[in-house]
């Protein structure tokens, strides 16, 4: 773990989840040069989730209950792993899965990458790979000088996995082959995934086919967010 040079937390809008973990705004700056230290371990992730979260969602926080228990449950699988292993850090590896539904608007992606800020701060580390449905497809889809398949493992094998918009690309053979692979690959290994749809949930076996959406009702907890577009009426 390399060493990262102290951090302003105003500059990354960090001082409601650190607040939320319990801590004050030192802490996040607060070790003594220990690279494995947790508040080092956090600031390396500040800095990642700060290139993996798109800048309209960057200062997003999130706020329901239930992602915010998921959360707390991986730090504590993290922690109980490293006590185990005797590892130096404590690393999200495995873990139970969430499905966040919702319509359009609702603020399900925000939620999402609010979940990658906030578990950020916890001093636990967590490689993310964060996606759309329909971007993870665009870059499996063979083409000149790509290798799909390493391309693949890497959504397959992500510490923890991030598919926004899941169900809401146009379903093909291929697509419908992505979603079985890598949802049964995730399922059997218990890789944390947060996934979102815009589907109803009586849509998600029709849309996902069975085996996919019985994988999915196996791996994850789902939670419904209900609410209005906050879209509508922002410009105004
Ligand atoms: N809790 C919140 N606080 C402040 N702004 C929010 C909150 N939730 C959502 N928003 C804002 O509302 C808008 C819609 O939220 P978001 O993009 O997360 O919706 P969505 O459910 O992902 O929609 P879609 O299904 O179209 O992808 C965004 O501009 C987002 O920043
Ligand atoms: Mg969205």
């Known amino acids: 773990m390399k060493r990262i040079p102290p951090i302003d937390p105003k500059q990354y809008d960090l001082e409601p989840l650190l607040a939320g973990q319990g801590v004050t705004p030192d802490w996040i700056n607060s070790d003594n040069g220990d690279p494995y230290s947790p508040p080092n371990v956090a600031r ?3 800095v990642e989730a700060s290139r993996l979260v798109p800048f309209h969602y960057r200062t997003a926080r999130p706020q329901l209950p239930e992602l915010r228990a998921w959360i707390n449950l991986l730090v504590e699988e993290a922690q109980a792993e490293q006590r185990r292993r005797g590892t130096v850090v404590a690393s999200v590896t495995r873990g139970p899965s969430l499905l ?66 899941l169900g809401a690309a146009k379903i093909s053979e291929f697509t419908e082959d992505v979603n079985f692979r890598l949802v049964n690959h995730r399922y059997e290994r218990h890789r944390p995934t947060l996934f979102t749809s815009n589907l109803l949930p009586k849509e998600l076996t029709s849309r996902l086919g069975d085996r996919v959406a019985s994988r999915i009702n196996g791996m994850c907890q789902r939670v419904v967010l209900e609410g209005s577009d906050h879209r509508r009426g922002a410009a105004a």
Not at 108 to 137: P, S
Not at 155 to 163: C, E, F, Q, T
């Open 44 to 46: 390396h992730s500040i």
């Open 100 to 165: 966040l539904l919702g319509g359009t608007g609702v603020g399900k992606t925000h939620q999402a990458f609010g979940a990658v800020r906030e578990l950020a701060v916890t001093g636990v580390a967590a490689r993310w790979v964060v996606t759309t449905a329909a971007d993870m497809y665009a870059s499996l889809r063979p083409r000149h000088g790509i290798d799909s398949e390493s391309e693949f493992r890497r959504y397959r094998d992500a510490r923890v996995l991030l598919v926004d918009d």
